[in-house]
């Protein structure tokens, strides 16, 4: 009983939905912040995504006619759930001693379900701009879904004895180094951070929300409280896949002592890349999206694989 | 006046329709959004969806043909949403308004809790404006 009662707690508190949340939250202040200062703007002030959410939350929620009741305004909740589970999940894998372990395959899986949710909302809001927004969400997946998936199991490749734990792969890097250190993990990395680019619908993967042509494509029904989940599934992803990156790539996230500092400054590091990339470069076409994915990057994900398993 | 009050002082997201206008006031709403004016400090922002909207900014004289769309998209916009009229056109049809096609101005369709005069109006203007919005909401 108390076990289920402490599960419950991790899932909603922390480390789970409200954690990820708040923090979450900061992280897309941190976006927009830096984003201002690249184009020599002041920017926002630090409580602005809280101050967006509360009045999104006040807010009437209008159902387009024609619209699926139902799947609209479940499918955000899926999403949001799903990353709440996942950064629970990498988080107690991270914290040892809460005696668990952790499933890569199970974060992978986890990892897609906003995205699915996104593009099952978007469908159901009988938008038109929506459902082309739905339907390029749905070649993006395609397209980054393969090289993404290569670029993790390099890093399971690399620890010996191969594991699908989290729990292992920590474990392998306090002994033997992070995995970083490896030049095929390196190329892993980038592959995986280009990859979250995508995840994340930032540009200059952003086609399926595309503001110009499909003014925010596959959100563009939403409004109110329901627009209030799906910004907060977005915040939490922007939070989790840098923890994940961190956790499997560059040694987990030290919890103790000066080992928090170091843990803020990767995960600052790994955000400012991402924010960076946002900013310099321009949307790319969907065909071009596609190319690329199943292209250079999924043949750079082939070689960091084939160096892994060759030992470096 | 509780958290969300406060939230949406704090954070107006604008959907701009151009209802007629003859673009000008339309450029002046793009000056607000660069590095020298930047109302992302004070969180407004523009969206590209009426359904993400807290403020309708309507430009442009009301001419017949948009009447029926300028109403479509107020009945559209979640509710509470302030409407902002824009530019001589917006708030009493300027030089338009002896004109055949002219139907407006917007207050005669849906309700404007702010106006802003001008020809078009200065991005200092139009920031203005919306600090006097927020102080009545
Ligand atoms: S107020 Fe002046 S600048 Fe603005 S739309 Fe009318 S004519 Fe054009």
Redesign the pocket.
Known sequence: MASTLSMILYFIVFPGLVFTAVVGLLTTWVDRKVSALVQWRVGPPWYQPFADVLKLLGKEIVIPEGAKRTGFLVAPLAGLAAVALVSTMLWLANMRGAGFVGDLIGVIYLLTIPSLGMIIGASASGNPLSSIGASREMKLILAYELPFVIAIFTAVTKVSPMTLKLDGILEYQAMNGVLLGNLSCIIAFVVAILCAQAKLTYPPFDIPEAETELMDGTHMEYSGAALAVVKVTQAMMLFTLPVFFITIFWGGLQLTGWGILYTIVKYVIIVTIIVLIKNTNPRVRIDQAVRFFWGPVTILAIVGMILAVLGL | MGATGWGFKKSLWVFHLNA???????I?VLDCLTPRFDVERFGIKLVGSVKHADVLLV???VPRKVVPDVIETWEQAPKPCAVVA??????TG???KDGNNFAGPIDKHIPVHAYI?????RPEAIIGGIVKLIGTL
């Open positions: 007629g206008a003859c673009n000008n006031c339309d002046e430009s442009g004289s824009l530019g001589s056109c917006g708030c300027g030089i338009f005069p001008g020809c078009p109006p």
